[in-house]
């Protein structure tokens, strides 16, 4: 069935343990490494042999069920270049596999900014889209040029603009699609000649260099701020598994901010524009008593109550709990629902295979 270029592991490589940066364990039924743009039409004709596919990237967004019946292809395309020049843009073109802050600095180096704010978060280019990534003030889809998609039940390209991809905060066309219908061959960002650093998240105007050359910072200057202020609150995945912020900032009406806000006055709260509070997750569940606690191989971090991580030897299940745990506490004590950003892959509690 394996022809030509795509590569198939033999059984004892199918262990995703390593790829996935929150470090559980997990095996495949079976997995393949996707490389260039001409092995789509072999791909398409192989994952037709599978009952299901999942298409995976980083690991970085994923929470993955110890035994995986089903073929994963892991995204491994390299190339970037410019796709397209305007007076007024930049139009940068990455492949699918590129590693995404790999990408941002090289688009700082090569003076294409417009990226530097989403430096260090973890995942890949192919991957960024799928979630809409967002820190610092700038959320992906503000940068977003156009993608090629490939359709791996029909076997052809698909050119996806801004609207077909769906962008929300945190969210997709591509999180809602058929599970294993689409891979992200390539992504287009539109980087402005004529830029200017986006400095109004809280973090950024507290940070001393950027504080001190205000308007006139350079994209250097706040991508290395960036990077600092991260390394600060998050765990580096190859230290301490973690699949960055665990849950969405939810979104609630301003009555249900009001009774927060009666017994907490501290509560953190951003106006959304149309009478919606965003509330900082992170800070309920750091009020809840979370941060820094564990339960089993797993536990919340200590310096980002939003983030949960693996201590070692964890599993989806041992996730499964300690996060249905924190979402019935901060229902209880806030009446807020948390809603989970990571992708749940296959059945938590199905057990490791032999
Ligand atoms: N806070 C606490 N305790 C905590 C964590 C946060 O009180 O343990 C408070 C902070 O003091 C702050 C507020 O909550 O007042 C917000 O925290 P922070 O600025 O760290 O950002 P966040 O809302 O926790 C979001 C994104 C991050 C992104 C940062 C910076 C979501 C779910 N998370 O986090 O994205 O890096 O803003 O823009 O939107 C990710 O999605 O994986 C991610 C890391």
């Not at 700038?138 to 993608?147: A, K, M, P």
């Not at 599970?179 to 000649?193: D, N, Q, S």
């Not at 564990?294 to 201590?311: C, E, K, S």
Request: hydrophobic share 40%; charged share 20%; proline share 5%.
């Amino acid at each position: 069935m394996f022809t030509s270029g795509l590569i198939l592991l033999s059984i004892s490589e199918q262990d995703l343990t390593s790829l996935n940066t929150l470090g559980l364990q997990a095996h495949a039924q079976a997995l393949l490494r996707y490389q260039s743009p001409d092995q789509l039409p072999e791909l398409s004709d192989t994952v037709r042999g599978y009952s299901s596919v999942f298409v995976l990237g980083g690991g970085s967004n994923v929470v993955l069920a110890p035994a995986l019946d089903c073929l994963v292809v892991k995204v491994e395309s390299r190339g970037i270049g410019i796709y397209a020049q305007t007076d007024s843009h930049v139009i940068v073109e990455a492949h699918a596999g590129e590693t995404w802050h790999d990408f941002v600095e090289g688009c700082v180096e090569r003076g294409w900014n417009g990226l530097e704010n989403l430096a260090l978060i973890p995942g890949t280019v192919g991957a960024a889209p799928v979630q809409n990534i967002g820190a610092y003030g700038v959320e992906l889809d503000q940068r977003f040029h156009s993608l090629v998609a490939w359709d791996l039940h029909k076997g052809q390209a698909v050119e996806m603009d801004a609207g077909d991809c769906e962008f929300s905060y945190r969210n997709s066309f591509f999180k809602q699609a058929e599970p294993g219908r689409w891979l992200i061959v390539k992504v287009r960002f539109a980087l402005p000649r004529h830029w200017q650093p986006v400095l109004g998240y809280p973090d950024l105007q507290r940070h001393p260099v950027l504080a001190q050359a205000g308007a006139s910072a350079t994209a250097r200057q706040l991508f290395d701020a960036i990077c600092e202020i991260r390394r600060q609150k998050l765990p580096d995945p190859a230290v301490l598994g973690n699949a960055g912020s665990f849950f969405k900032n939810p979104i609630v009406t301003a009555g249900v901010l009001e009774s927060i806000r009666k017994a907490n006055p501290q509560v953190v709260a951003y106006p959304q524009g149309d009478g919606s509070y965003k509330l900082a997750a992170g800070w309920l569940i750091d009020q809840a008593g979370w941060k820094g606690r564990r339960m089993g191989p797993v536990g919340v971090h200590d310096r980002q109550a939003l983030v949960l991580v693996n201590h070692g030897g964890a599993t989806a299940q041992d996730i499964k709990l300690l996060a249905d745990s924190i979402r019935a506490d901060v229902a209880s004590r806030f009446g807020v629902q948390l809603e989970q950003e990571p992708v749940v892959v296959g059945t938590p509690g199905d057990n490791l295979r032999g």
